[in-house]
């Protein structure tokens, strides 16, 4: 797959830079040739020599050099590559290239360039969670940049949270992903045109006390992709998201919530809807009573926490009698008995289509940038392979526009 491919890499300076070097190793061993382009920033983290010596040619540094310019110039450097890596992204290179800035070789490059740019972002969590960080991520986004990561975990300035860079493999798998002529499935132009989409996303946070709660892993990667793609694919969406570290995604309409009982509520005020995706990995279980104040360490020993059952969002909408959206459809995340446990669910949550995915210990789906999902629904269940997020979002998007397509034209229902 990476064979024969030319990638020209930008090196960021970043803490992380020296993980481009193993990029590049990586994406040797696969048979891909590697260009590499090093902003003055990178240059206090790694050297050109050690870039130099695994891309195995010369490294680029500068916009205004004569040599290069003679051999190969700046606009035949962004051109010659079948794709543009940014590894790591730093937050001045997201900045610049939000805002067509070409004042050095790399923002020149990224500027120039009439091929697909991926950019594997790695800062300090607060530099990327900073508004204008996400604004700038948004817009080149809006432009057709592609992002991989950054992930979850403790960062070299000793905080923890999003912002490190994706590890090596991930980056390759994103890269592959990017060169796929067939990564996009093509849609009907405008197929959801005037439709109303509601999408549930992310976690949902339930308190135990003012500064702890209970959470799970999801990262709201797939409702966001879902939002992403409907919308795209012309559908007017709202997109109900529980707490998460990922951008909202642009040009669609982001409700943000914590608790269960909040989403439900936005869900409900979001209605009238054609189609209601319940992606969000909801609590099932809130406290009893959340502590008003802070929980102390005590004589008394460890707190009694009394669970009750949160509401069933999913279920709630499926068995409206007023206004049901036209289709309804439920993600079971299950670690046991996976197809019967959708099965059941179709059933019991009265919805038309189940997206089952195994979240077991290993899998990666949890939190993580690829899933493999089967559908369920009354007539059968078809399993996909294990696809990039935004695949799997844009062919669930494609087979809902059918789906819709069907009922409108009085089709049959699949
Ligand atoms: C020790 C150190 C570590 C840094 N790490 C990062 C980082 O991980 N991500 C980032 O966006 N900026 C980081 N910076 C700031 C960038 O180096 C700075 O914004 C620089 O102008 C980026 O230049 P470039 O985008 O042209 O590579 C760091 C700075 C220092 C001094």
């Known amino acids: 797959m990476l064979k024969g491919k030319q990638i020209l890499l930008i090196v960021g300076g970043g803490i992380a830079a020296y993980k481009a070097l193993d990029l590049v190793r990586r994406l040797r061993e696969r048979g891909a040739g590697v260009l590499g382009v090093m902003t ?41 590559a079948d794709l543009v890596v940014v590894a790591p992204a730093t937050a001045d290179l997201i900045a610049k290239a939000a805002n067509g800035l070409a004042n050095d070789l790399a923002s020149t490059l990224l500027l120039a360039t009439d091929k697909k740019v991926l950019m594997a972002p790695a800062m300090n969590l607060r530099m990327w969670l900073h508004p204008a960080t996400c604004r700038n991520v948004e817009t080149l986004t ?39 002529k067939d990564t996009r499935i093509p849609l009907p132009q405008g197929s959801l045109f005037g439709k109303r989409v509601v999408v549930t996303s992310g976690p949902t946070h339930e308190p135990i006390d003012p500064v702890r709660y209970i959470a799970n892993r999801s990262s709201g990667r797939q409702g966001h992709a879902i939002a992403r793609a409907a919308s795209a694919a012309g559908a007017q969406v709202v997109l109900v998201s529980g707490p998460v570290a990922i951008v909202d995604p642009p040009g669609v309409d982001t409700r943000h919530v ?11 005020a979001a209605m009238p809807a054609d189609i209601f995706i319940a992606a969000a990995a909801v609590a099932d279980w809130r406290t009893e009573a959340a502590g008003a ?122």
Do not use: Y
Not at 170 to 179: G, M, P
């Open 40 to 80: 003055p920033a990178a240059r206090q983290f790694i050297t050109p020599l050690s870039l130099a010596s695994l891309t195995g040619g010369k490294v680029h540094e500068e916009l205004f050099s004569l040599t290069d310019e003679a051999e190969m110039g700046h606009i035949e450097l962004s051109r010659a």
């Open 142 to 180: 809006q432009d057709g940049v592609l992002f991989v990561g950054p992930g979850e975990g403790e960062m070299a300035c000793g905080e923890f949270g999003p912002g490190r860079l994706s590890e090596p493999l991930d980056i390759v798998a994103a890269i592959e992903t990017a060169l796929r």
């Open 258 to 268: 914590e608790t269960a009982r909040e989403m439900l509520a936005e869900v409900e």
């Open 293 to 414: 104040s802070k929980m102390k360490k005590g004589a008394a020993g460890a707190p009694d926490l009394r669970l009750v059952e949160n509401p069933d969002i999913l279920a709630a909408i499926g068995r409206r009698t007023a206004e049901r959206p036209r289709i309804v459809v439920g993600f079971a995340a299950e670690t046991d008995d996976l197809l019967a446990n959708a099965r059941a669910k179709l059933a019991r949550k009265a919805c038309d289509l189940i997206v089952a995915n195994d979240v077991g210990e290993g899998t990666g789906v949890m939190g993580g940038l690829r899933n493999q999902v089967h559908l369920v629904d009354a007539v059968g269940t078809e399993s996909w392979p294990s696809l990039d997020k935004e695949e799997v979002a844009r062919r669930i998007v494609a087979r809902l526009a059918a789906l819709i397509g069907e009922q409108s034209s009085g089709g049959p229902r699949s």
